[in-house]
Structures are given as structure tokens and as C-alpha cells.
């Protein structure tokens, strides 16, 4: 901690401290401007979302996804415009992160306090009633009398339905264990619509998706492979790239679902192998196993080295560790830091949904 | 963690997500609206809460009470209106929790946030200034500076004492160790008035309460013990019903002085036997013992084959362990959830006195 | 913890209850009124603070501390005008303290609630991205998708330096190991000007100032002497008293540039030796040791007993522990209570420049 550094004077010289706050590249409005223009607004689906929990990603068809985004693409179009008008105004988020989360809890609260909302938060499962041996669905009720809604991220799959018995506010999911989290995947396809948005209408060459990961035990994985089946009819092929280390790709029942959906899947092991092909490429480090984390192989590491097709894009949940090299940041290949900034607007399009306070943002016409 | 459920793909079928918003039960607003009815508003009484710590239920005088309640019943009859006017507008809440509680903290938490005020947030003593040496003088100044009212809860019984003395803003004791919790206590009283109006003006039948618990070392039942003298004349007897297990049921004076107040007391330790004569059912699952919890012995249990009067209520501060049993939800018994909701809105009362913002919300005439 | 305080009943009084809200002291209005009136106002220079990150000390000449010393004087002046006005309105800070401190973070969280903005709080290292090995630019990458401004303390002095690299939000150090901590050093200038104004134009007699512990280990040491050399006309002396358990006072270079900067620097051992002549006792019980802390000496202590000068002033960053004697609280000579108080004010300023609000509270001629 000793102070050694000799150059920290001249580090600390004033002109160094300026920044440049807004810089030109992927993550600018052009995207969620065109994605605005070319989704008609419908009401009437944004208000189906009214008076219902978000546990899963089967929960989205094709018509309330795009209306989510067209929601997520005029926020994001405009930030500052729906950040002075407060539509959550007088609503209070319980933000409770049982399995800690910086990254998700933030972007949530974000999302709620950038529409004018209260929150308060739950960052510890050690300090609650849960420790005390207090039931799931005591807790419901309890989180009834104190907000108007509940994001919820627990290592258990089974929490989020065990609260849900006793809820008569809306609970969203943000990740039960190995099970699923919705809506990372609604960011992701999200991304991937202001990237091509001729998949919106199936028109278009269909691509080639890789994922690095393993589905049975990734819930980023899970909920995205679910969406995907969605646009089916603009995927070519859906690769699941692993290390060789688990014994099981898909968890009972899982590949069934999604063939039946119109994905065509293929296993491999070869990472280098399919990467020129790929026209996204999405990389997930980090897999469960009981209650802890594993990290994927060696081998499975995107660097500016990766043989990757010219017009190719990256997306990552993130946090990142070494699986995907800082240095392909400044390549047209990353989309990842722009799928966790539209992870905040869709967001925001769903709880003005869940609270019922689409009225306040929508055109009247 | 593994995704073996072979029935989550059918549990997320979107129709099952849906819940009920509003819910006909006891905690509907017949009886706020009715309270709201009965006692006439005197805004003096609730200015003379101004400038003023909340330590005791001794604090408390029957007139206090009533319009303390009218105005929680105010709130609880017409939410919305309040959480849209902000009365405590530009006010900032130091929330500190050196002993951690979700249920508590979320309680005052929301009910600060619904009167639309800001909150600092203090959820674990480790991290504070006290676990470094500092004084509760220091940290009472160290408030002044940066809130607008505190609202305590400590293991230790001399805390709020402490701090007290350099506070020029208002403190309210939200648990010390084993000597009160008069805001629970206000919760209970106002409660039992919903249920049974005629309490206030003495009138009706009187009726029989039995506590299960030790008031020499449960904080909640010292209270609510304190504000029962207040409506002596509406009891026909308090019985203290515990386990056997403690060797000392009341602290040095505390059943002299409640005898001095009116209540006439009885201790036991055969639960079934007197349940079928009690109107009030008040247990609590947890006794201090130095700086742990104890849990009530085996036979200090409510089950839906207690043999409960038929319309009396059952009481419990939460969270709840065995000792009450869920089977008792969906019974007319149950009053605990509305206990809950209600100490919301008596909290949002107090806290709208304290900060002097009582202009803000009463009719002016 | 069982309650044996036969006195409780008596201290419970309601009239033992009451508090006065104002108290006739130092900390009063005359002297920040004073400042404002003095000062004249340069709204370009606090526009000069638009799109700059704060790390150290050494960004600020006289003319920036002059209008800053003036906005906070307004702020503090009218504190209730300017909470109800909200020009952070829409704002999100995030509040990163990955090295615990509850009094920095709610000083800086009070000055930005006051200023009617929003805030989420990271309070814990343990449960962060960090913890994972997130890399601090990615961290960086994430709040600028969050919020509108970071406040970070932590204990590496290099985290902030990285954490800037990647940010197009602006960052404030609130504590960077043993390197530097500016908004204590500014609130202490501020104090310093309340006290005696005439120091802003170079009049008066000089003084002499005494500054207890070791500026190579004491960030609030470090940045606070980079400060007082933008005002060395008005000091005659800066004696470094210390307890002569330190091998190295001062860190490489320092004492050179400060010399350089214009201030006399004398070290030395005897405190009680040096009081009668000082005007101001600057005291700090803690120093930096690898990644924990030392307290300073046994000698190194103000009690009632020390041997003051009649209008001398005691500073104190504050938290204190057997250091400074609280015999000396009610004394003239405590201006450490005022020095915390200001410290807000100065945080409100700053921080609305660094948003870019100050157009909404600077008077518009």
C-alpha cells in the first residue's frame, strides 16, 4: 500500500482527467432507431404482460418479444426523455439478490430508478429470514405488503415458484440455479434483432449460431435456446461448442424441445473448427455444478486470433473472465458490450409492462 | 442444481403465471375505513409527536394512539393517493440495521419509500464505524449531518440511549435487544382495533388474551404488554403462556407495574387448556438469551387442530418458525397477515409526525 | 442481555424524549453566508468541471476551490431550498465501496439524495464481479451503462486509475489506499475558510498549522497539504507531528513538491511541545500499513488538558478514536463536527458540476 509510484504526479496532471462521453460506435441509437420504425405499436400486447410473474423464456412468443423491443428501442432511442417523465412514479422494486449478483442487481435497479422508481434492495441471503429457516412463501407474503414488484435471483430453481404461491405482485425471474434466466435472453435476442433486423420478418440469409457452453447447466444457455426456436426459420444451424468435460450436453427432455421447435442442433468439441463459419458467436464461461461455478476449458477462448468471419459478432452475459480477450473491444466483432446496454432498455420495457404503467409511455393516438 | 424436472416445461405454461392482483380477505379496507369513520381528527395531538425520539411504548397515552391509527387507517384505506403526494419529499431515512433484519428494515423501508422520501441504507455492523471503536455519540453526530430521522436496531439494549444523546434529529427504536419494539406494539394495538372497534370507547364485552412467550426476554411482548394498560378497562385478562423452560418470565417491576396499570395477569404453561377461552392469540416464536435467539419449546404450537374459539384472532410479529402452523392461512383466524400489512401503515403515520410533514396529509379544514 | 435496568421506567419518561432540533453553535449559518457574500460568482469555472474525472488534489487552483467554496456555502446556507428543487433529478450514482466506510459513503450519498438524485450502493467486496476477477475496466464498461457518476473508495490505489480507462461517466476517489482522498482535503480547505476568510485573499497574519501522523501513509495527509499549497502566502508553518514509529514521513518526492508548492515543512516528535503556538490542529488516529491499519501513538492525543492556544481550531477527518478527547466537543476549539457537516455541502457542489447541473442552481443573471 506503500505510495512508490513516482509517476502518479504526472498521471495526475488535469488534462488527463477529462473523457470524451459519448464515442462513436456500435453502441450508438441508430440500431434501436430502425428497429423503432420498422415495429407498428400494439398496446394490446404490451398490456397481456400486465398481472403475471416472468419465470421462464417460454413464456415470449414472437409477437410480445417484438413489442418489448420495439418498448426497449424507444427508451434507449431517447433516454433522457423517460428518465424526467417517471412512469414508475410512486412504485417501490424489491431487488432481492439471494445469490449476490452486482451485474444483474444494477442493471435492474437501474433500469427501475431510470423510469423513477424506489427500490430497496436485498443484497445478502445471510442477513434474511431465509437464513432463519423462514419459508419462501412467508416471504411472499410479506413482499406484498412492501412493494409493487420483485426481481428475484436464487441458487435454488425451485425459490422463484415456491414465492410465487403467495405473490399478488409480480415476480421476475433473474436466475434460478442451473434453470433459466429470461431475461438475459430477451437482451440477447434483443441484440441480435438492431444487429439484423430482417430476422424480425424471416426474410433474409439464415445464419449460423455457435454456443459456447454447456445447456444443461447454464441458464443464459437455456432461456436463449428457447427464444431462438422463435426464429427458427431464420436459423441455418445452432452448434453447442463444449470442452469434452461433462457428461451431459442437455439436461432430460431439453434437445427433444428444441428440435421440435425447428432448431436444427449439432454437438462439437472443436471450437476453432466451426468459428469461420459462425455468424454469432455467443460465449458463456462460467457453467454450475451444485452450488458452485466451473470454469470452461482451455480451449474454449476467443482471442484476435479467432478465425472469425468478417462480419461476425460476438455476444458474452458477461462478466468475463480469459475466455474472451479485451482485445477483440475495439473490433466491429463485439456486440457484447452492447447487448449488456440493451439489457438495461429491456429491462425497462418489461417492468412498465409488469406495473402496468405502459400508458404512460406508449403514443396515444 | 442439475435440471432434472421433467415437469417445469408444463409449471411454465404462460396461463399459470397469472396471479390475482386483489385478494377478498380480512386484509381488505372495511376496517381501516371504519376506524377512519369512528375517531374524529385532531391534528394538535399529532404535531405533539414533533422533535420528539420514539424509544418506549410508555411514550404512548390512548389519544396518541387513536390518532396515530386514524391517520395509518387513512393511508391503508386509499394507498395510492398517498404514495403520489410525497409528503416526505426531500426527507432522507438512515436506515441502520446493526442487528440485521429483512422484515423490519423492508417494513419501515417501504413504509418511508411510500411517502416519498430517500433512504440510507445500513444492513450489517461489521462494516460500520462501530466495529472500528467508534462511539454511538460519534455516530449520533455523524446522522445529524446526514439525514432527516434514523430509524435504530441494535442487540444492544443501551444503543439507542447512547446515540440518543447527540441526535437533533428523531430516532426511532426498532428493536433493542430485549427491551422494546414499540412500533410492532403499535402494529398489534392497531390490529386489534380493526378487528374489535369498541375497544377504543371501552365499550363491548371485555375480552380474555393469551401470550405465548416470555415477556422478561421477548422485546415485542414487553411493548404490546405496556399499550395493553392503555385498555385495561376493555380485558378481562392477560395470560402469559410459556414452555417452563425460563426460570424468570418477567424482569425486576415489569408485572407490578403492568398490574399497576390495570391488566390482570395470569401464567401458565398448559397452551390447550386455555386457547378455548381466549378471544386473542399473540404468540412469538423467539426469546433473547444474551446474544442469541431461543426457540419456544414443542408444546407452544398452533395447528389448524388448536382448539381455537370461533372467532378469535391469532397474532404473530414474523417471521414465523413451527410454532404456527401454515395451515392456519386460510382460516378467519388469521389476523398475522394483516398485523403485517398494517404495521406499514402505522409506521408511515408515525414517521409522517416526526418529520412534522402531518400538514401535508391532514384535512384542512 | 436480559433487562435488569431498574431505571429504564424513569428514563422512558416522554419528557426525556424530546430533542432540540437547532443547536447555537459553530456549525450555524453566519459563517458559510459570510463566504457567500465574499465570494463572486464564475459559473464558467464550475462548467470547467464538466467531463473530468476526480482523483486528485491537484486539480484544483485557488479559482476552482473559490467557486466550489461557494456553491457548497449556498447549499448550506438554504439546505432545504435546494432538496426541494432536485437538480439531480433523474441522476443515478453508483456508490462503490469496495473498502468499507459507512461515514464517506453517506456523506456522498447524502450530498446526492439531497440533491434529489438516485443511488445504488455496492458495499461489500466479497460479493462483486471483482471477487470473480472481473477486471476493473469491465467494471468500468458496466457502470456506464448504469449510472451517471461513480464514487469509488477501495484499497488499491491503482483500481481507480483503471476503472478511468474505460469510463465515459465520471469517477470521484473517495479514498485510493495511502494515495489521496480530494473531497476530504477540499471539505477541510472549506472549514479552514469558514473559520477565517481572510486566507481566500492573502491578508491577514499568517498561521501555523499542525498536522498529526505520517503523510506518506495518511491519504487525507497527502491531499490536504497538495491543497495548502495553492494558500502558502497565508501559512507561516506546517509542522508534521508524528510518533516517531515511522521510518519514512513523507513518500518519494513529496516533501520536495510541497516544498516546491511553498509551504514550510518542519517534522517533529514533542506535540504538547508545538500546541500553544498552532492555530490549527489537524489530528488523524489512522495510518496505512500494508492492507490494514496502525494507530498512531500514545502521546499523539488533544484532551481538555492539551495545552490549546485560545482561538485555535481542532480538525478531525473523522471517525475518531481515544485521540481526540470528547472533552473537547463542547469547546470552542471543535470545529471537526463542522468540518463533517461541510463536507456534504462541498460533495452537493461538486457533484453538480461534475452532472452538469450547476445551470440549475447558480443564479441566472
Known sequence: MVNENNNNAAAKDDSQMSFEPERPDVYGQAQPKELLRLIPEDHDVLKSLANKHIISARQFDKETMLQLFRLAAKYESNPDRFSESNPLQGKILISAFYEPSTRTRLSFESAWHRLGGDIMSITDRASTGI???ESLEDIGEMFNN???CVVLRDIGESSVFDMM???CIP???????TD???TQALADIYTILKWRPEIMSGTGTPIKIGLIGVPSRMRALRSLLILLTEYSESIDEVIIIHDGKSEKIF???QQEQLEQGGLKLRVVTDLNKEIPSLDIVYINSIAWVKDSFEVMGQDMKLTADSPLKPNSIILHPLARGDELSPALDNTN???YFSQARGAVFIRMALLTCMTQRTGRVVDIL
Open 171 to 177: 415476480i421476475i425471474n433473474a436466475g434460478n440455479g
Open 146 to 148: 412492501y412493494g409493487d
Open 165 to 167: 404461491h403467495s405473490l
Open 333 to 335: 466483432h463485439n456486440w
Open 131 to 133: 437464513a432463519k429457516g
Open 251 to 253: 439436461s432430460e427432455d
Open 180 to 182: 433459466e434466466h429470461p
